[in-house]
């Protein structure tokens, strides 16, 4: 017997707003009954569980204990650079000259994520 993990909750002050952000960070729909003021909203991923954004009354505090990890289709520093665009904000660089490394990011509502190395970067520095 197994548990199978059905969505990965993300508490926020704007379930919505957060979802919608999140939504074009991943290219995927939200959840279509999800409507603005909404105190629960999904974001439908391709594969696995969805993104589920539940409005809570207390503000973030503290370093996440569990992130999302994104591995971009472009080159790392491009997707980077498109989220930081989105709204996103830059919490920590760990690039390296050779190219390896990541970058840890803040969604608008400052929960942690990590951009890793897409393919092609990986293909780039590994050869």
């Not at 520093?77 to 803040?106: C, F, I, K, T």
């Amino acid at each position: 017997m197994v548990s199978v993990v059905q969505n990965v909750a993300i508490d926020c002050a704007d379930a919505y707003q957060l979802a919608r952000f999140w939504s074009t960070v991943t290219g995927r729909p939200l959840d279509p009954d999800c409507r603005p003021g909404d105190r629960e909203t999904q974001v439908l991923l391709a594969e696995g569980p969805v993104l589920y954004f539940n409005q809570v009354p207390e503000a973030k505090q503290g370093k996440n204990r569990i992130h999302l990890c994104l591995r971009a289709e472009t080159s790392r520093d491009q997707e980077v650079e498109r989220l930081l665009g989105l709204g996103a904000g830059l919490v920590a660089d760990h690039r390296r000259p050779d190219g390896s490394g990541w970058a840890v990011l803040a969604d608008p509502e400052g929960n942690e994520f990590c951009v890793l190395r897409s393919a092609s970067d990986r293909a780039a520095t590994d050869s």
